[in-house]
């Protein structure tokens, strides 16, 4: 395996950014300085960053879950909230691909893979992502021209989106949104810009992958198709 990758899949950083740390001379492989072509064998090398042993995990885990409302997307949460992590019951140490705010619900991908999570969340990677959203009250079509068309704030235009009026019961309208980035708050944002406030949202598909038929807090691995499309492929 190319240094770069294990330095990745190790979830040290992201293959372009360990091509500049094995540049500036702070990898090792054996004791020995390691340049860009260094291959490694990861079943005997001894991979070291700034004299600090990467080893790569046992098994690699690729998960979806249905976030709940009311979960961190971190590791550890400074407020002492709890986290996605809380509900998932294996012995390795996963992160998350992207995020979630705390207050959304949802599809989120986990893995302790960090090469296929820093290539599947790379900005490059414009995987369109879906959400319901549910706000109080009816849209009028002006106000759909002004989301499709990409709100302005602050005098920065958001990305456009594609946004579908799906129904309107209890004062209640439902619609589906599709992004293909990834800002912070994007869809918060854009309600916001038009004055609806979000009662919920719901990540319901990232490109190819669905949330399925997933209850609240429940995961399972994804399927080769699922990581496949992903992938791009
Ligand atoms: N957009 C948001 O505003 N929040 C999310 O959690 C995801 C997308």
Same mark, same amino acid.
């Given at each position: 395996m190319r240094l770069n990758k294990f330095l990745s899949a190790a979830g040290v950083c992201a293959r372009r950014k360990a091509d500049e740390l094995i540049k500036s001379g702070s990898v090792t492989v054996n004791g020995k300085i390691a340049g860009l072509a260094t291959v490694v064998n990861e079943n005997k090398d001894e991979v070291a960053v700034d004299g600090k042993t990467i080893s790569l995990p046992l098994s690699f885990v690729y998960l979806k879950l249905n976030k709940p409302k009311g979960?961190?997307?971190?590791? +550890?949460?400074e407020r002492g909230r709890k986290t996605i992590f809380d509900l998932v019951d294996l012995p390795q140490r996963l992160f998350s691909i992207g995020r979630l705010d705390y207050d959304t619900e949802g599809l989120i991908l986990l893995t302790n893979d960090g090469d296929f999570a820093y290539r599947v969340s790379?900005? +490059?990677?414009?995987v369109e992502k879906e959400y319901i959203v549910k706000i109080k009250g009816e849209i009028k079509e002006s106000e759909l021209a002004v989301l499709r068309n990409g709100v302005v704030i602050d005098g920065e235009r958001l990305p456009k989106a594609k946004v579908k009026f799906l129904e309107y019961k209890n004062d209640v309208t439902r619609l589906s949104v599709v992004i293909h980035e990834g800002l912070n708050h994007q869809v918060r944002k854009m309600f916001e810009a038009i004055g609806k406030d979000i009662k919920l949202l719901k990540r319901v598909r990232i490109g190819g992958v669905s949330l399925g038929g997933?209850?609240?807090?429940e995961y399972r691995q994804l399927k080769p198709q699922e990581m496949a499309l992903l992938e791009g492929k």
């Amino acid at each position: 395996m190319r240094l770069n990758k294990f330095l990745s899949a190790a979830g040290v950083c992201a293959r372009r950014k360990a091509d500049e740390l094995i540049k500036s001379g702070s990898v090792t492989v054996n004791g020995k300085i390691a340049g860009l072509a260094t291959v490694v064998n990861e079943n005997k090398d001894e991979v070291a960053v700034d004299g600090k042993t990467i080893s790569l995990p046992l098994s690699f885990v690729y998960l979806k879950l249905n976030k709940p409302k009311g979960y961190a997307c971190t590791n +550890s949460d400074e407020r002492g909230r709890k986290t996605i992590f809380d509900l998932v019951d294996l012995p390795q140490r996963l992160f998350s691909i992207g995020r979630l705010d705390y207050d959304t619900e949802g599809l989120i991908l986990l893995t302790n893979d960090g090469d296929f999570a820093y290539r599947v969340s790379h900005p +490059s990677w414009e995987v369109e992502k879906e959400y319901i959203v549910k706000i109080k009250g009816e849209i009028k079509e002006s106000e759909l021209a002004v989301l499709r068309n990409g709100v302005v704030i602050d005098g920065e235009r958001l990305p456009k989106a594609k946004v579908k009026f799906l129904e309107y019961k209890n004062d209640v309208t439902r619609l589906s949104v599709v992004i293909h980035e990834g800002l912070n708050h994007q869809v918060r944002k854009m309600f916001e810009a038009i004055g609806k406030d979000i009662k919920l949202l719901k990540r319901v598909r990232i490109g190819g992958v669905s949330l399925g038929g997933l209850k609240r807090g429940e995961y399972r691995q994804l399927k080769p198709q699922e990581m496949a499309l992903l992938e791009g492929k």
